[in-house]
């Protein structure tokens, strides 16, 4: 169950100092930074009002873990961070993961279909831990037509619960140039933000004429459009910059990074291709034939960042190069205008 108005209502067990609070209380930040939910403290006029007595109490258990959603048929929801996960240098990390769960996420891995995106290395996995690699179907995970998330911070490391973590993997990702990154213990992922804002109904708070036109945007709870953080970690206000301007609803204008021609002229922030890969700042394809060194003093856009760009008149749009050394380089996921 969604916890009602995205209000949560919390308590720490006595055992929490104020070092651990203030661990907890930066997850929280983390959390109401990019989405409309709101911690508040249990017995505030904010949790009083609310339509049910639920709330989540924070307790020193054995290891980190929490109930996925909202327990309706229990007031008080047991979240617990032992020692050992906020004395970690990822504590706060952890803690917006096991928020995460509370909120009414599983893990990324366990989606329906997660096959098609990474393999379970069954053998490999410590005796009793196998109910965290279990896949749930879509009666049970509603993925919001979000697609699956490598750096979803609800995406277990690919050596979690292994019998040897230096060696052995438990997860293998289908696609090799994620396998290193599973696991992030940065901060909540562009997707993970998205499908929160969605599971919750963020934008429906703000005004109807706020429409994102950008591809991946959603109005986020500010009620701005939101895009992709950089290397797609967290969210960033979409750029205005090589945009179309669009007429929306009631007189308002809405805008659309897009390219004209061949994209030549193309100065926009997209940094990321059609796949989804995150494009490679220029200042780091000095091996390749187009980087800053091939391109001074931002000759054809060319420049210290990772920004689609197209120096070659006989490309037909805006490209980068990715990291994978398969693919070397693609075209970007920008639209062409349409005037």
């Given at each position: 169950?969604?916890?009602?108005?995205?209000i949560i209502?919390?308590?720490?067990?006595?055992?929490?100092?104020?070092?651990d609070?203030d661990?907890?209380i930066?997850?929280?930040?983390?959390?109401?930074?990019?989405?409309?939910?709101?911690f508040?403290?249990?017995?505030?006029?904010?949790?009083r009002?609310l339509?049910?007595?639920?709330?989540?109490?924070?307790?020193?258990?054995?290891?980190?873990?929490?109930?996925?959603?909202m327990?309706?048929?229990?007031?008080a929801?047991e979240l617990?961070?032992?020692?050992?996960?906020?004395?970690?240098?990822?504590?706060v990390?952890?803690?917006v993961?096991?928020?995460?769960?509370a909120?009414?996420?599983?893990?990324?891995?366990?989606r329906?279909?997660?096959d098609?995106y990474v393999?379970?290395q069954?053998?490999?996995?410590r005796?009793?831990r196998?109910?965290h690699?279990?896949?749930f179907?879509?009666?049970?995970?509603?993925?919001?037509?979000?697609p699956?998330?490598?750096?979803?911070?609800?995406?277990y490391?690919?050596?979690?619960f292994s019998?040897?973590?230096h060696s052995?993997?438990?997860?293998?990702?289908?696609?090799?140039?994620?396998?290193?990154?599973?696991?992030?213990?940065?901060?909540?992922?562009?997707?993970?933000?998205?499908?929160?804002?969605q599971?919750?109904?963020?934008?429906?708070?703000?005004?109807?004429?706020?429409r994102?036109?950008?591809?991946?945007?959603?109005?986020?709870?500010?009620?701005?459009?939101?895009?992709?953080?950089?290397?797609?970690?967290?969210?960033?206000?979409?750029?205005?910059?090589?945009?179309?301007?669009?007429?929306?609803?009631g007189?308002?204008?809405?805008?659309?990074?897009?390219?004209?021609?061949?994209?030549?002229?193309?100065?926009?922030?997209r940094?990321?291709?059609?796949?989804?890969?995150a494009?490679?700042?220029?200042?780091?394809?000095?091996?390749?034939?187009?980087?800053?060194?091939?391109?001074?003093?931002?000759?054809?856009?060319?420049?210290?960042?990772?920004?689609?760009?197209?120096?070659?008149?006989?490309?037909?749009?805006?490209w980068?190069?990715?990291?994978?050394?398969?693919?070397?380089?693609?075209?970007?996921?920008?639209?062409?205008?349409?005037?």
């Amino acid at each position: 169950m969604r916890w009602p108005h995205g209000i949560i209502p919390y308590t720490f067990d006595v055992a929490f100092n104020s070092y651990d609070r203030d661990i907890v209380i930066k997850a929280m930040r983390h959390w109401e930074e990019h989405t409309c939910l709101r911690f508040v403290p249990l017995g505030s006029p904010q949790a009083r009002n609310l339509p049910t007595d639920n709330y989540i109490k924070f307790i020193k258990g054995r290891g980190c873990w929490s109930k996925v959603g909202m327990f309706w048929w229990t007031s008080a929801q047991e979240l617990s961070l032992g020692n050992e996960c906020l004395q970690s240098k990822y504590a706060v990390a952890i803690a917006v993961h096991e928020m995460g769960h509370a909120i009414g996420f599983f893990h990324e891995h366990a989606r329906p279909d997660r096959d098609n995106y990474v393999t379970i290395q069954w053998d490999n996995i410590r005796w009793g831990r196998y109910r965290h690699f279990v896949r749930f179907g879509y009666n049970m995970i509603d993925t919001f037509d979000i697609p699956y998330d490598y750096l979803s911070i609800m995406h277990y490391a690919d050596n979690e619960f292994s019998w040897n973590r230096h060696s052995l993997r438990t997860i293998e990702t289908r696609d090799p140039a994620y396998q290193n990154i599973i696991g992030q213990s940065i901060s909540l992922s562009f997707l993970d933000i998205k499908m929160t804002n969605q599971m919750y109904k963020c934008a429906a708070r703000c005004p109807s004429y706020v429409r994102c036109t950008r591809p991946n945007s959603f109005v986020g709870p500010t009620c701005r459009c939101m895009c992709p953080g950089y290397h797609g970690l967290g969210t960033r206000e979409c750029p205005h910059e090589s945009t179309q301007i669009v007429h929306g609803y009631g007189g308002h204008r809405h805008r659309l990074d897009c390219y004209q021609g061949n994209g030549n002229t193309y100065r926009g922030s997209r940094s990321w291709t059609r796949s989804g890969r995150a494009c490679l700042n220029w200042s780091n394809t000095l091996d390749r034939d187009v980087s800053t060194l091939s391109y001074p003093r931002g000759s054809a856009g060319i420049g210290n960042h990772n920004y689609c760009r197209n120096p070659y008149p006989g490309s037909p749009q805006p490209w980068c190069y990715v990291g994978d050394i398969r693919i070397f380089w693609e075209y970007c996921d920008v639209p062409r205008c349409d005037y």
